[in-house]
């Protein structure tokens, strides 16, 4: 080896370690940062000996990027679902709580039954009165707390497209950015970390499919195929409420439509389908109890003129046809029983539509009332509870499924999470920094350092000693 290949050599082994510690460096003050990925200095052997820089090289593993944000997008949904639905969960109770909505509808019909022994008590007419108030108190209770899911819902689906738009536009931004940077680059790595961290974000939101082009620009599709970012191009969300159609630019991506080319998973998925089939369907299975109620104590009161409102009323009117939904938020009991608001509680013995006081001991009007739980009542199929049954059976079976969906939805995201910290993990180890790794890459670095320093030291003395030959 010559003088001159040994200097040059030496230089460029002194610029490439240099390169090398303030990468090194940049590691160590971003090992906290999950977004950023390890950085390395990628070399070749430069003609005539040392070494070339070709570029900077970043960790990245993206079968493991795609793994961890599937398993963050299904978490997603679940955990949009399970807090939204705890709320309400929290307002119904458990089954075995006295103030469930089947135990007072039990205490009700066991007051009944006490009231069918002495019809004229006046103190068990008041706890009827009170058990029938609980009722309908509890069923508007679950109803308004069920439209607060409806609220948080639709919030959640606006929060959410308004942050997906966010990180669809920065991710066309970043990909132009990354078409006018070259690659190898500190710069460009940044833009590929930048654009990791929107990803992230995005797969909270959506199911998302990643490709890169030759360019190394990002095309971003909803797992179902629909097209999101390509190059430059956006296909922003949009949701119509009236119809609960969520869009992808102009093409209709709702979630648990059969033929959509958007994403089941994420939390914008989670939030449209409590908004389009879980609402609906808990509004049904309430409505249903309140239905069945304000229709069978109409049908079971002799004394009721045609049109006039039974014991349970649709917001102080009879029930009518057809019933708008929303039912269980107006359900009462009928004023003309409350002391309060003048009524006669001793209506509960004679039927509601008496003119006349019947005797103190005629039970009958009470029997019929009671009869009327071991009848076989006509529900809406739909509400999954079957076309007919008791109103306790209907009851309680409605209401086990309302805490079944919540249930179901707490015990995925349990699962989801732990199994997404076991992809985060994988990832993080894959491309995070490990501070002991770099602490002695750059005890490497300091002797080769050294190394090239004394071989430019001794060359530098070589041509000194040659040229006081002369």
Do not use: C, W
Not at 161 to 184: C, F, M, P, V, W
Not at 264 to 285: A, C, F, H, I, K
Not at 366 to 395: E, K, R, S, Y
Not at 400 to 409: H, I, L, T
């Amino acid at each position: 080896m010559s003088i001159l290949t040994a200097i040059l050599a030496s230089r460029s082994g002194l610029q490439a370690n240099s390169q090398r510690a303030q990468l090194v460096s940049t590691n160590i003050a971003h090992a906290q940062d999950e977004n950023y990925s390890h950085r390395s200095l990628e070399v070749t052997e430069a003609l005539g000996g040392g070494v070339r820089v070709i570029g900077v090289a970043r960790a990245m593993d993206t079968a493991m990027d795609a793994l961890y944000r599937t398993e963050m997008s299904f978490a997603a949904k679940q955990d949009a679902m399970a807090t939204t639905l705890g709320v309400y969960g929290a307002e119904l109770g458990e089954l075995d709580t006295e103030t469930s909505i089947p135990n007072l509808l039990s205490a009700f019909q066991n007051d009944l039954g006490l009231l069918s022994n002495d019809p004229g008590d006046a103190s068990l007419q008041q706890e009827v009165y009170l058990s029938a108030k609980a009722l309908t108190g509890a069923i508007r209770s679950a109803n308004s707390a069920l439209n607060t899911v409806e609220t948080t819902a639709v919030n959640g689906i606006g929060n959410d497209i308004s942050a997906a738009n966010e990180a669809l536009r920065e991710l066309a931004r970043i990909n132009a950015d990354i078409g006018k940077t070259e690659q190898g680059t500190e710069t460009y790595a940044a833009l590929e970390d930048r654009r990791a961290a929107e990803l992230d974000k995005l797969a909270n939101i959506v199911q998302i499919q990643v490709s890169y082009d030759t360019d190394g620009r990002a095309n971003v599709h909803a797992a179902g195929g629909q097209s999101l970012v390509v190059a430059g191009h956006v296909n922003e969300f949009s949701f119509d409420r009236p119809t609960g159609t969520l869009y992808s630019g102009d093409q209709d991506v709702t979630p648990g439509v059969a033929g959509r080319r958007g994403a089941e998973q994420g939390s914008l998925s989670g939030y449209v389908t409590l908004l389009n089939d879980v609402v609906p369907q808990q509004r049904l299975e309430l409505d249903e109890i309140a239905r069945g109620l304000i229709q069978g104590f109409e049908d079971a009161d002799t004394s009721l003129a045609p049109g006039q409102a039974g014991l349970f009323t649709n917001g102080g009117m009879a029930l009518g046809s057809p019933v708008t939904p929303g039912l269980a938020g107006r359900i009462a009991v009928n004023d003309a029983i409350d002391p309060f608001r003048g009524g006669d509680l001793s209506l509960l013995r004679d039927g509601i539509g008496a003119v006349t006081t019947g005797a103190a001991s005629d039970n009958t009007q009470v029997l019929a009332f009671l009869d009327f739980f071991d009848t076989q009542v006509a529900f809406d199929p739909a509400a999954g509870q079957g076309a007919t049954g008791t109103i306790m059976d209907f009851t309680t079976g409605a209401i086990s499924q309302q805490q079944a969906r919540r249930v179901d939805a707490e015990s995925n995201l349990n699962s989801l999470i732990a199994s997404s910290e076991t992809y985060r993990a994988a990832r993080l180890n894959a491309r995070g920094v490990n501070i002991d790794t770099e602490l002695q890459n750059l005890s490497l670095i300091e002797q080769s350092y050294n190394a090239n320093s004394q071989a430019l030291r001794v060359a530098s003395e070589m041509i000194d000693t040659l040229l006081n030959m002369f």
